[in-house]
């Protein structure tokens, strides 16, 4: 069995003793990883090829702190095939076509395959990917890629057809606490040295938000806190000094940011201010541009209130102008007053009929406007017909077709039954004179 640069760490005690409490804890096989059940259960296609040593090239997608990079330790520690490492942050093409070239060299002078483990393949501009291609295909390298980003849309599709996707979640509370568990007693842990009472258990599990490796690195930094006060237990107040602020999970680039924003939008849409607030403060605690958070709710006072209430519009065009003007923090006040009108009005989506009327337009057939309805300021206008002219009749309306021929009132505009725009549906039928007047 071989071993590469990526765990050099591991096979070195002297090193490892220093190494990060989240290092020292890496699982040294595959029932020491915690919480990816699905990912690496019994019955996974994924466990029964590192098993095997028949792995085939595989992309590991999840959130920071779930297992990629122990997967990928637990390979290096059971393959039989050379392991080796290109990083993706300061890599380059060289770098990979070396590592490609060693590899077709072991397979054509003994046949001994090669494992190329990529962590944050994302990172890989489009021509580092490509020049991964071929070796792929031809089985000169087996690719283990990890990534936080969605592979579907940050990594080359050539790579992905080539590769099997497997998901890993966050971590749930349960994993987490088993995780602590362990580290509290193993002896590459803290080694029993310490206790954990179940408020700070509590409070690690809170902060980590799923993320095994800052779940750890929590733990470290409380319990250099408590010996440092010469106590065995760490407190909830060790864990509160060591990290203050939650770790919530979210990235303005990453697939967590759309969750959120749609959430947030589908928490205004259904009238649910309580939500609405939730997830508008993990956007801001997540340091998301206030504008951002301010165009949502601009788009959603039109299209999911309209004019059940028309006021909601003008209280979000006030909310992005105070984000642009003011900025944090105190727009977020403006933001939450807002999102929470727009929660609590009426809701009316009748604006969406231009997209019915948009869809006729493109596809329907080339429709002349009513000569009554063209413009006069032309020769030959007094043939168009007459104009009549709503204000100079009872109720300031007339029965007069607007619409093209073939389109019929009600094909796009259908009012909602809340709101002003009820009101003012029915009132208009109320205004408009009968055909005897």
Known sequence: MKTTSLFQEMEDANRASSAPL???????TLDDVVG?????????????????????SVILYGPAGTGKTSIAHVIAKTTS???????????????????????????????ERTILFVDEIHRFNRSQQDALLHAVEDRVVVLIGATTENPFFEVNSALISRSRVVNLTSLSDQGISSLLSKALAS?????????????????IVAISGGDG?????????????????????????????SNPHRNIPYDKNKD??????????????GSDPDAALYWLARMIEGGEDPKFIARRIFIAAAEDVGNADPQALLIAEAAFKSAEVIGYPECQLILAQAATYVALAPKSNSACGIFEAREEVRSGPVRSVPDYLRDRH?????????????????????DQRYLPDGLERGCFYHPGERGWEAYRTEATKRDRPSADS
């Open 213 to 241: 490796r800052s779940a750890l690195t929590t733990l470290e930094l409380a319990a250099e806190i408590s010996k440092g006060r010469g106590s065995d237990t760490i407190t909830k107040e060790d864990v509160s000094k």
């Open 22 to 28: 989240a290092v020292r804890m890496r699982p040294q």
């Open 36 to 56: 990816q059940e699905d990912a690496i259960g019994p019955d996974s296609w994924l466990r029964q090829a590192i098993l095997n040593d028949s792995l085939s």
């Open 81 to 111: 095939s050379t392991f080796v490492e290109v990083s993706a942050i300061g890599g380059t093409v060289s770098d990979l076509r070396r590592e490609i070239s060693d590899a077709e060299k072991r397979l054509s002078a003994s046949g």
């Open 378 to 398: 032309r020769p030959g206008s007094e043939d168009y017909g007459q104009y009549k002219y709503p204000h100079n009749y009872p109720g300031g309306w007339v």
């Open 187 to 203: 002896d590459a842990g803290l080694a029993g040295a310490l206790k954990l009472d179940s408020d700070a258990e509590e409070a």
């Open 256 to 269: 967590m940011h759309y969750d959120v924003i749609s959430a947030f939008i589908k928490s205004m849409r």
